[in-house]
């Protein structure tokens, strides 16, 4: 991880379809998806003290099972909104969002629009926050300057360092909680979404064809693992 190897790979690679004329245009589209682990099984004791970036005591007189534990992992909610079923009674039942706890690590990608090619990318633990990494994932060479992303990359911070960058922010607006979506940002946002939900073939190439799992241990090695992915 030091060397950094799979990082310069990838920028060789990159380099390499920009000579072939695969060159960064239409915009970029950001976005992050939970690379799965094994689910650890540790005590509450165990848990506190990985949270803590420790070795838990009792393991310290167990060197083979510090080797075979992942203190980097983490858990993390991915929510899936309901679908409501066209012409359904209104009055009826409502299918609620789904709340599902994952555990494992978190890929990182900007996609070029014109050509959905990964240019950009960051793999962490699954719990870190999807926004916080948006600076490190925009792309300067990018013959356009439109970025889109979803609701979790919006804050004062990202739209001031894109202003500062000369980059169009095509992030989505939120909406208040508990309210609709006013009718003025609905419209803007479908459009975003039509052209946002470009990165989600990447991200369904890799879970399905790939079955992309992560079985290293340790954040150094599923770097190089989730960094593979994204070549590939």
Do not use: H, T, V
């Given at each position: 991880m030091k060397a950094k190897a799979i990082d310069r790979l990838f920028a060789h690679f990159d380099a390499a379809l920009t000579d072939r004329g695969y060159l960064a245009m239409g915009g970029q589209i950001i976005d992050a998806t939970v690379a799965p682990a094994p689910k650890q099984r540790n005590s509450d004791d165990e848990k506190a003290a990985i949270k803590e970036g420790k070795i838990p005591e009792c393991w310290k007189t167990r060197p083979a099972k510090v080797r075979q534990k992942d203190r980097?992992?983490?858990w993390t909610v991915k929510y899936s909104k309901a679908k409501v079923k066209e012409g359904g009674?209104?009055?009826?039942?409502?299918p609620v969002d789904l709340a599902i706890p994952m555990f494992g690590y978190k890929n990182h990608i900007g996609i070029d629009r014109a050509h959905g090619l990964i240019r950009t990318w960051d793999a962490s633990a699954a719990n870190a926050h999807d926004g916080a990494r948006l600076p490190e994932l925009i792309s300067k060479q990018n013959t356009d300057s439109g970025v889109w992303a979803d609701t979790a990359y919006r804050s004062k911070k990202n739209e001031a360092f894109l202003e500062r960058g000369m980059f169009k922010s095509n992030i989505h607006?939120?909406?208040?909680?508990?309210?609709?979506?006013?009718?003025?940002?609905?419209?803007?946002?479908?459009?975003?979404s039509a052209v946002r939900s470009a990165v989600e073939h990447v991200f369904a190439g890799q879970k399905h064809r790939m079955a992309l799992f992560i079985r290293t241990i340790g954040i150094a090695r599923a770097r190089i693992k989730i960094g593979m992915a994204n070549l590939a």
């Open positions: 980097d992992a983490r009674d209104p009055k009826g039942f409502k607006q939120r909406r208040m909680p508990r309210r609709p979506l006013p009718e003025r940002i609905a419209p803007p946002n479908a459009r975003r």
